[in-house]
């Protein structure tokens, strides 16, 4: 009498199942990494000392209830905000201690002394759209980025963010240590100092 | 003799099926490692405003959530008001101050310093209550914030 042999497990479903699963973890994957500004907020200084900043370093911007940019106290476009912005960091008017010998603007007596004084204040109010203040930061993130941009071109020929770039991507070869100092270099000259009031 | 002659058949013989699970359990496990799924379902409107001057926000596991937005549809009896969301539920800004301090005991300790608060607000809300949280954030020192935000240009805000 002959061996019977057991009988072999029907696998051509198998593939159906997979792919259900398959499809599933399709549908709920999400890859992408979220983006945004970054920004740190001051600490929360007990001590009542007030920092005496003069008036020609600071450069207020006020974004109304109503949606509306004041630039020292004018009212202003949003698209020419980057330009003032740069207009004002860039302006180099010191003399002295406070002389700014890379800066290209006009070095008007009126305006900011180096970029390392100059501060940007920006207020708002509590009407003020989300969405407006956002693009607000980024016309203001964009002036401090183009200026440093100018002047890593200047020194080391390729732009800044393509140095950040480099810095956070691990199959760049190269000196990494000494981009790092490169990098922050250029945000001492043209450190970012921008102020959220309350 | 022709008992053991060789079958002269022309047609092809039909392309085996069975290595297709293993390149769809292959595909499968791939994706089942690079999920991440949604550790809250939204109860409120969340469309975030345009930005281009952009920065990643990688190393998830050191980031802390927090969601202001108008309550959505199937949520009205909230009002239409902008809240916070935090977790699972809607929570009033002196509840931020509580939210950060279970996150941070969540991390390991050496982590802490590194935890960054991303603002997924929308584009709809004002600065009022995101003010408030950001007061919050600073009493309890939480200094590191993103303003999370899509990419595109900013004149998409307007609309």
Redesign the interface.
Known sequence: MAKRAAPEVNAGSMADIAFLLLIFFLVTTTIETDTGLSRKLPPIDDSEQDVIIKQKNIFTVLINGKDQLLVEDDLMDLDNLREEAIKFLDNGGGAGDDACSYCKGKRSPESSDNPDKAIISLKNERETSYAMYISVQNELVAAYNELRNRRAMELYGESFTEMQANHKDVNWVGNKTKLKEKIDGIKKDYPQKLSEVQ | MSKFKKKQGNELPAIS??S??DI??M??FF??V?????DSSLMIENRL??????????K?DL?MYIYIGKPSSSYTQFGTEARIQLNDKFAEVDEVQAFIASERASKREELVPFL?T?LK????????I??DV??E???T?A?????????GD?SQ??Q
């Open positions: 099926t069975a297709l699970p769809v359990f595909l499968l994706f089942m690079a999920t991440v799924m949604r405003p345009v930005a281009d001057q952009v920065e990643k926000l990688d998830k980031v960054t991303a607000v929308d584009r709809e809300a004002n600065m009022g995101v003010g950001k007061q954030l600073r009493k020192n200094l590191k914030i993103n303003y999370t935000t899509r990419q900013i805000n307007r």
